[in-house]
């Protein structure tokens, strides 16, 4: 399991990451400040760092220039806030792996750790399968009884969460901040419309509605 250390001051932002990354099968760890992200990567083992530039006390990139000199091996993707773009861009060249800009989906940032992840990794599949039908991440496209149709970006980026957790009920809640991100209105109905579009192409029995609940993906 790959363990990762989130810093970050806004408490809505961190846990909104710490519970997608978990929801994933990663190993999470929280730091408010970069004083206490430094002492928790010198004491701890972290495969990698989702770093936040603007903190209390010492801020982002001073907690990379540490982190360079101390673990230079060690994956730091940025947060960053979208209109700090250009300081970002130094902060690249300061020895950061990748950045991502706020306000972002989660499923974006997944999928930068997944790949910041990989050298370190065995590859993952580039076909997820669940009995007669499949999604393709390659092409972002899903394959049913051997017929292929092309799915918008929300479709696949919920398609993805689907298969998966196949067989797991997810709420409206979980599929909302995974798909859509943490800016998203909870009283809206969008899942429910979603799911309906999947529906259409996946075979309406593969998304079963659980009364109160929320969806489950059927294997
Ligand atoms: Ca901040």
């Known amino acids: 399991m790959s363990r990762i250390l989130i810093v970050e001051d806004e408490t809505r932002i961190a846990s909104f990451v710490e519970k997608g990354l978990k929801a994933n099968g990663f190993a999470t760890r929280v730091a408010g400040d970069g004083e206490s992200a430094l002492g928790l990567v010198r004491a701890g083992e ?6 936040d530039i603007g903190l209390p006390g010492i801020d982002g990139f001073q907690v990379l220039e540490e982190l360079r000199q101390k673990r230079p091996a060690l994956p730091v993707v940025i947060l960053t806030a979208r209109d700090s773009v250009g300081d970002t861009v130094a902060g690249l060249e300061g ?3 990748d950045y991502i800009t706020k306000p972002f989906r989660f ?3 997944l999928a930068r750790v997944r790949l910041r992840l990989r ?3 065995p590859a993952e599949p580039t076909v997820l399968e669940a009995g007669d039908v499949a999604l393709d991440l390659r092409t972002r496209q899903a394959i049913v009884d051997g017929a292929t149709f092309d799915l918008s970006a929300r479709e696949f980026a919920l398609a993805e969460v689907f298969f998966r957790h196949p067989g797991q009920v997810l709420s409206r809640e979980q599929l909302l901040s995974q798909v859509w991100g943490y800016d998203f209105d909870p009283g809206s109905n969008v899942v429910d419309v979603y799911v309906g579009y999947l529906r259409k192409k996946l075979g309406k029995r593969r998304i079963a509605s659980v009364r109160g609940m929320g969806y489950r993906f059927e294997r």
């Open 46 to 51: 972290y495969d990698l760092v989702i770093l």
């Open 95 to 97: 020895g950061a792996d």
């Open 107 to 109: 499923e974006e940032l």
């Open 119 to 121: 050298g370190s990794r």
